[in-house]
């Protein structure tokens, strides 16, 4: 990919994967050692893509600086964001789809990994051309949600005569639904109402306006999520208090 782009895209690129990947690996990696979490594990993601495009620009001003925040990286980093979401859910659904598959569903399994990776170059290549950045990502998450697909795939066959699993009980409740979808909206109006004032004398008021409405809305997406999510929540944090004593 690097020939196909500019070193400014590429440092855009970059940055935003490493904010992204950094995520990842601090707080969704160890939720992803059991496929009861599932659940929570999509929870995370869908907060951080809910969340994330309405505070991307205001963490990098705060952590990087202006110069970084009024470039492409913020809209880079608020797309990347909805990207971690798919990667939450794919962690854990290919980890069980390798864990509980035999030989002949696992040789299956990689070969459709090698055909997706040959598309998602294939995809890189054209909406690098076109989009430069966003193409980029836009190529990552198409290709993120073919190996969900798959794996997701995988798990109704699993679970098909299994009466008491639910193929699909992944999948937050639709009232956490209903408060992200509805805090993300808000953030955003947040979002656009404090970008709208950048001078450095009127920023910082502006900013920590916006902060605190992003404290209230998440604390009505948590109130939801643990009326709705409890169960999945207390058994992802056992998993990662036990992983940590490993």
């Known amino acids: 990919m690097a020939a196909l782009e500019s070193s400014h895209n590429q440092g855009i690129y970059g940055m935003v994967s ?3 990947s950094l995520f990842v690996r601090l ?13 929570a594990t999509t929870l995370v993601g869908c907060v951080v893509a809910a969340f994330g495009p309405a505070y991307s620009y205001t963490a990098l001003r705060l952590v990087y600086g202006r110069r970084w925040a009024d470039s492409e990286t913020a809209p880079a980093l608020g797309a990347y964001s909805v990207f971690v979401a798919l990667l939450a859910v794919n962690g854990v659904s290919e980890a069980f789809t390798h864990a509980a598959g035999d030989e002949r569903q696992l040789r299956a399994a990689n070969g459709a990994l090698l055909a997706f990776g040959v598309a998602h170059m294939g995809l890189s ?7 430069g950045t966003y193409g980029l990502i836009a190529a990552d998450a198409v290709g993120m949600l073919m190996r969900i697909a798959y794996s997701i795939a995988f798990m109704r066959r699993f ?14 409740h639709p009232a956490t639904i209903a408060a992200l979808a509805g805090s ?10 404090t970008t709208a004032t950048r001078r450095e004398s009127g920023y910082a008021t502006a900013a920590a306006t916006h ?3 992003g404290v209230g809305l998440l604390s009505v997406v948590a109130a939801v999520a643990a009326r709705y999510e409890g169960p999945q929540l207390r058994a992802a944090l056992k998993l990662k208090r036990h992983s940590k004593r490993d």
């Open 27 to 39: 707080v969704l990696q160890p939720l992803e050692e059991l496929h009861g979490v599932l659940r």
């Open 159 to 172: 679970f098909r005569d299994v009466e008491e699993v639910d193929a699909w009980g992944w999948l937050p």
């Open 211 to 213: 902060v605190a409405v």
């Open 125 to 131: 290549f054209f909406l690098c051309k076109a989009a």
């Open 184 to 193: 993300a909206a808000a953030a955003l109006t947040s979002e656009r109402l």
């Open 18 to 20: 490493n904010l992204g």
